[in-house]
């Protein structure tokens, strides 16, 4: 007896669709490790400093406004409005002229004030690629003793960033560590520096769990997820939790087809 051919039949089309994307799927999980090491190491030396250095004004000021918060009206009004001027010229171009009358707040006798010129003094540094200068001057907010927690953890994550060219992998462990575990305020981006020394250590089996930990944080900005995904995926980890999600994301983001 003939054989009675195959239906095209929705449920049948249905199962084949799901066999091709599986098959898609294994054949994608198999891609040749050497080319993945190959391209973990490149998209690494992309972002072996992987926080904005634009952006760090911007913390400075966040940090610097949780301790300022915390003052007196008194303590508040020392140096205020040495420290507008000082932005002012900032905002003019005069980096040079405002990291002077920086230096000058920060020498004075207001921790607050002192902590806040600082930082902005280590953003200008920065900015300037003077990362040394930077680093150091971050340092300063770090070490000291007398302010508070989170503004010396938010110093010492920016003097490792500004330095993590020139820091062994373990001192970078060693030093923001610490800052590294959920919860923590810079989770994310103390997170990603420490996964990036893991990798500088050759270390992909501690780099690769890290990297998905922070792409499945809710709480950590998109672009940095996306980013942490996408070198988990290279190393080999699988940071997908929600698959049609993601897809759907990614349908969402394309545009639309030109009319023919």
């Known amino acids: 007896m003939a054989r009675e051919p195959t239906k095209n039949t929705p449920k049948n089309v249905a199962k084949k669709e799901e066999r091709k ?36 004004l911007g ?43 920086l230096a000058l707040i920060a020498a004075g006798k207001s921790e607050a004030a002192a902590a806040i010129a600082t930082m902005t003094r280590a953003g200008i540094a920065l900015e300037a690629g003077r990362l040394e200068d930077a680093s150091t001057l971050f340092a300063q907010v770090a070490d000291n003793a007398q302010l508070p927690q989170e503004l010396r953890d938010l110093a010492r994550l920016r003097e490792v960033t500004a330095a993590y060219d020139t820091l062994d992998p373990q001192e970078v462990i060693d030093r923001i560590g610490s800052l590294a575990n959920e919860g923590s305020t810079y989770y994310g981006n103390a997170a990603e ?13 501690e780099a690769g769990p890290l990297l998905v930990a922070i792409s499945q944080d809710e709480d950590t900005p998109e672009s940095l997820r996306a980013r942490t995904r996408q070198l988990a995926g290279l ?26």
Do not use: C
């Not at 993945?36 to 952006?55: H, M, N, V």
């Not at 001027?85 to 900032?90: G, I, V």
């Open 21 to 56: 994307d599986h098959e898609q799927e294994v054949f994608m999980r198999e891609v040749d490790e050497a080319v993945r090491k190959d391209e973990a190491t490149k998209f690494a030396k992309s972002y072996g400093l992987p926080i904005g250095i634009a952006l760090v």
């Open 59 to 101: 913390f400075a000021a966040f940090g610097g406004f949780l301790f300022w918060q915390n003052q007196s009206e008194e303590t508040l009004n020392q140096g205020s409005e040495q420290y507008i001027a000082a932005l002012d010229e900032l905002d003019a171009g005069n980096d040079t002229i405002a990291d002077e009358e």
């Open 193 to 205: 520096l420490v996964a990036h020394a893991y990798l500088a250590q050759e270390k992909p089996e």
């Open 235 to 260: 190393l080999g980890f699988d940071a997908i939790e929600d698959v049609e999600e993601t897809l759907a994301g990614l349908d969402a983001g394309r545009a639309p087809a030109p009319a023919q």
